[in-house]
């Protein structure tokens, strides 16, 4: 029996999708099916955090309107064939990250064309637009489907959630400090339940490609969890 072949290709600014993707890749294993990572990576390295309010101000306006950030070149085993393309990353200003602009951008018919893709969404909480743009993109490219997405929110409420991404990209740590803040912004990222949702996830998604099922039929709850710590 022919295995099944998946490839997740991933870019993680500041390590919260990677750290979904470990749980999600020790699920897949459990089941009979071939899994290749290739973790995108920008030319030039993207600071995180960035350091400063001006600076954070300037990249958040750049990356609404989808600056590009040069990706390097790919290991040439990913441009196969393959059951499912798992493709990962955060949104940044309601957009794919620049990095994943620039790999669709670059390699875009040559890897999606004839493909079924499942996007992973890492956010505050405004995922749609990623995923609508994401998905208009990749139909350009080519892809056979564009599979509804696996999405994470990070747990916090807004406002503090935005207020506290803004604070920890500019170089602070909100979540350490011991005063009112911190009450209602525990934590950056996603909370040890979500990474216990992903690992149940990729079981799941695993036995069901190892199955045979229609990447196009494949369902998972939007988001897949908000509760904290």
Avoid at 83 to 109: C, K, Q
Avoid at 186 to 210: M, N, T
Wanted: proline share 6%; net charge positive; with cysteine.
């Amino acid at each position: 029996m022919v295995k099944k072949r998946i490839l997740i290709l991933s870019y993680s600014y500041s390590h919260q999708t990677r750290n979904l993707l470990k749980k999600i890749v020790v699920g897949l294993e459990e089941s009979e099916i071939e899994i290749v990572w290739q973790r995108l990576f920008p030319k030039q390295e993207l600071r995180f955090p960035i350091g400063t309010f001006p600076s954070t101000v300037l990249m958040m306006f750049q990356t609404f309107f989808r600056k590009r950030y040069p990706v390097q070149a790919l290991d040439s085993d990913v441009f196969d064939q393959w059951d499912l393309i798992l493709l990962a990353g955060p949104t940044w200003s309601y957009n794919p990250s620049g990095v994943v602009l620039s790999l669709l951008d670059r390699d875009g018919d040559k890897l999606f064309k004839g493909q079924a893709v499942l996007p992973l969404i890492s956010c505050r909480g405004y995922w749609r637009m990623h995923f609508w743009g994401l998905r208009s993109l990749l139909m350009k490219c080519g892809a056979k489907s564009v599979c509804s997405p696996i999405v994470f929110t990070h747990p916090n409420k807004e406002p503090w959630n935005t207020i506290g991404v803004f604070l920890k990209l500019a170089g602070k740590m909100p979540e350490r400090g011991t005063g009112w803040f911190r009450k209602y912004y525990p934590k950056y990222g996603h909370s040890r339940q979500q990474a216990e949702g992903a690992y149940v996830l990729g079981r799941k998604l695993g036995k069901d490609i190892a199955a045979g099922k229609d990447p196009e039929e494949l369902k998972f709850a939007t988001p897949v969890s908000t509760k904290s710590r």
